[in-house]
DNA sequence: ATGAAAGCGCTAACAC
DNA sequence: GTGTTAGCGCTTTCAT
């Protein structure tokens, strides 16, 4: 019934070697000693056939399959493909290979996604949703499936977690504009509800009080993550009789907007108004003034994901939920 | 052996839903009809026991494991994630998964990613290289797997070639400029040796022609690919006693060196200097002035691929090997 | 150092 | 409309 013109088979290499089917699969596998007379006689069957072992056959027998799936929004997004490159970096090396899904952020989406993981029997899974209910992820943790969070915030038991540390990137983004002398600092939020808009507000608050300044909340604007929010924000902020001397924005897209309304002011930056950014999206290195921004890490917790995968597949069964931080680095650039 | 915790599975199903796994197995594909009492008992084993068919056995059986894998050189460039986005738009709901590979343009590693693509048993692959030895994918094609190569340039027998209609494009781009009242137009090429040069080259050459006008080999300048690229080759070509009043581009990074070049000496774009890029990547539209360019339909070409591949897996299966030309579109903003 | 045989979970003949 | 049986290609006891 296989419709493929039939690929050899270990049969086959070892008819053709003269020797078992699983003396063939000890030399390929080297789980107990084969003479160095048969190995090459295997070898040379392997290659005489052009024989490749069935990863599908062998991912059935062993209950393993040497592939980890991702699951994020949409691969588009470039967060992302730097996130999966950092899964790859590691996994690659170790053997295994990626399964990437999009779901657009779609609840229904998400979870069909997770399920076809399970169907798949992937080793891993690591998933990136800002909303994932933890109800969705219950069938992946009865599945056994070791899984990784990135960037939610509450961590569920069974469950690692693994994000920028958005607190501490807004406080250090915050006290440099302090420490350049900037006095009024506002701050362009994206949507209370979605993503770590919380924890990057605390963190400015945070560093504004250690400086002895007072967090007037009238500095701080919510808006879309997009040009056009950031734009708005920018405007609204600048109509305050106080207006701020300088902008914390909570991406990279929000504080090209915020430059867009500076620009079309007249307004110097940095001299009249700082632009701070977040991410370090390639085209913040593109606009004019080049922003300075705080560098979401995103192949590094591709990197740090990756790893605390491996050690979950590789017997670290149980363990109560990790939580990992990481770092944003500061880049200096133009506009701050 | 198997180290995970044991997952229900398809005679679990059977007996609780007192049938055989045969039954329940049609049920689940409709392969055959099943009354509906005994369907409706066999759904609701399947809920109680949280039952979700193992992918792996399947393929393995069936000898289609509905994955396709694409290799690339670089998810981080971003071109693929568009590419790989267009390719799960149409293969996500066709059931399939995409297995992504990277191999940095490697050519070991490439031919590593397409034996691993064999091991696994994919479906069919899409591969993106441009230097890919013929050789490499003999293997593939001797698995009998469908293959569709991205942007290369010889076709070879068994293999489909897809790519951005590259000659049309420059022509496009250069009539536009023609169009726009421009007579002395440059030509920023790429490395001669890489990737679609020669192609440009000659729509940019045939449009002149067309329009009558003699293409001076002093006006294409060759640099590489990247924002330097683009500055230096600008500035050779602004050394010129008879300097372009226009430039093309071949990606919009050296399009936006070139402006960089403009802003740098006081030159009004696009009155002065008119400049084109090639690939309408997002900094395009973030630079100021804005970039015209021809925007290189990533995801359409995804989505034609996939097309392609569906249509190889289910049936088409020899045929002479295709090759599929996907236009390039205008995108007018400032800079020209 | 090597083999024989069983079985991973599923689907497809071939019954009835 | 449903069941029995064999087998996809591999790894792994259990033998020798």
């Given at each position: 019934m296989s419709p493929r013109p039939d690929r050899p088979h270990i049969g086959q290499v070892a008819q053709l070697a003269g020797v078992s089917a699983t003396t063939v699969s000890h030399a390929l596998n080297g789980r107990r000693p084969v003479s160095e007379a048969t190995r090459r006689r295997i070898m040379e069957a392997i290659d005489q056939l052009g024989y490749r072992p069935n990863v599908v056959a062998r991912g059935l027998r062993a209950g393993r399959t040497m592939t980890i799936g991702l699951v994020i929004p949409?691969?588009?997004?470039?967060f992302y493909p730097l996130l999966a490159r950092g899964l790859q970096d590691v996994l690659g090396p170790a053997g295994y290979d990626e399964i990437i899904t999009n779901t657009n952020g779609d609840r229904e989406l998400e979870r069909i996604a997770l399920d076809k993981m399970i169907s798949r029997q992937v080793d891993a899974v690591a998933f990136a949703v800002f909303?994932?209910?933890a109800a969705d992820l219950q069938p992946v943790i009865d599945a056994g499936i070791p899984a990784v969070r990135l960037g939610g915030r509450q961590a569920q038991p069974g469950v690692d977690l693994l994000h920028t540390d958005d607190e501490g990137a807004a406080a250090e983004a915050t006290g440099y504009l302090i420490e350049r002398g900037y006095r009024r600092i506002g701050f362009l939020s994206g949507?209370?509800?979605?993503?770590p808009a919380a924890e990057r507000i605390m963190g400015y608050q945070a560093a504004l009080r250690a400086a002895g300044l007072k967090a007037d909340p009238n500095l701080v604007a919510q808006t879309e993550f997009s040009r056009e929010g950031g734009a708005e924000a920018m405007t609204r902020l600048l109509k305050?009789?106080?207006?701020?001397?300088a902008v914390f924005c909570a991406n990279d897209m929000m504080a090209i907007g915020a430059l867009d309304v500076a620009r079309q002011r007249g307004?110097?930056?940095?001299?009249q108004l700082a632009v701070m950014g977040f991410?370090?999206?390639?085209?913040a290195s593109l606009v004019s003034p080049q922003l300075t921004t705080m560098a979401n890490p995103a192949r590094e917790i591709g990197r740090a994901c990756a790893r605390l995968l491996l050690d979950r597949v590789s017997g670290?069964?149980?363990?109560?939920g990790r939580e990992i931080v990481i770092p944003a680095r500061l880049i200096r650039r133009e506009s701050a």
């Open positions: 949409d691969i588009t997004n470039p909303d994932t209910h949507p209370a509800a979605h993503g305050l009789r106080d207006r701020p001397q307004l110097e930056v940095p001299g991410d370090d999206i390639e085209a670290a069964e149980s363990g109560p």
